[in-house]
């Protein structure tokens, strides 16, 4: 029988601290083209949501995420986010085994996040912040905490912020103007509303854009992006969807404007 490993079976084997060094390797790992992933597949059922089957082969294994995004599910008492990734033998073809994929999806966002922040952002930076207290939100502050770094959060539910405040040992920030101001900013919010507009950045500020995740999101305005120093996961993912297609589809920005943080990652950038 193939094991399958729930969400809690995934938090207890996976700790923030362990999340964030397999997100390195594997960031290396695809800089070095010892794994492949192909694009991204939607399948839309919009207005609700979308589907989504992510690929990837490596080190052996084949490994397929299979995972929905419906952003008026909380509405309904459900999770936005819900699938499976499934892990299979490169050599045989054999399933060898079934996780959360909303775990595994909160580990590795998180991770993701506050990896490229840490490494990109200005090593004197002070002050860090997470706007959007959801699932994703709660691991990025969790992740920088881990790293020992203190955190404030932000989200336009109150108490949702102050929730997870309380469970993480995270703090509050004070308005939304105060969160966008960090030094290490990470947004994780639905993505449908633009939280950086043009002449909202300050020299020397990172922010881990992370919830613009599908056509039609944006976290940033196009012309401040623009004035930006890019980084991305992956180039053929990332310019296709969210803040940086539409920077493309503008003309502000071409793929030679853009650093994959796996290069600079493995010193290749």
């Not at 909202?200 to 854009?209: D, N, R």
């Not at 296709?240 to 010193?267: M, S, W």
Request: aromatic share 6%; charged share 20%.
């Amino acid at each position: 029988m193939v094991p399958f490993f729930s969400a809690r079976d995934v938090e207890a084997a996976v700790s923030p601290g362990r999340a964030l060094e397999a997100v390195r390797g594997a960031f290396v790992a695809y800089a070095r083209g010892e794994w492949s992933m192909p694009p991204k597949v939607y399948v839309p059922a919009y207005p609700a949501g979308d589907f989504r089957a992510m690929p990837a082969l490596g080190a052996g294994h084949a490994a397929l995420k299979w995972v929905t995004s419906f952003p008026g599910n909380p509405a309904r008492g459900l999770p936005t986010v819900t699938g499976v990734v499934l892990l299979s033998d490169a050599k045989t073809g054999a399933l060898r085994a079934l996780f959360d994929a909303a775990a595994v999806t909160a580990l590795r966002t998180g991770a993701a996040a506050v990896l490229a922040a840490e490494a990109l952002g200005r090593d004197d930076a002070q002050t860090a912040a997470v706007i959007g207290a959801g699932v994703n939100g709660r691991a990025a502050a969790r992740t920088f905490l881990a790293q020992g770094r203190e955190v404030a959060l932000w989200d336009l539910d109150a108490a949702r912020a102050e929730a997870a405040a309380i469970e993480l040992g995270a703090s509050v920030a004070c308005s939304q103007g105060d969160a966008l101001s960090a030094d290490l900013l990470v947004t994780m919010t639905p993505g449908h509303e633009v939280l950086l507009p043009e002449g909202s950045l300050s020299p020397g500020q990172h922010v881990s854009l992370m919830g613009a995740d599908g056509p039609g999101k944006a976290e940033i305005a196009v012309a401040e992006l623009a004035r930006a120093r890019v980084f991305c996961d992956d180039w053929e993912q990332a310019s296709h969807n969210g803040e940086l297609a539409d920077a493309v589809a503008a003309g502000e920005i071409a793929q030679d404007d853009v650093t994959q943080l796996g290069d600079v990652l493995a010193g290749r950038a």
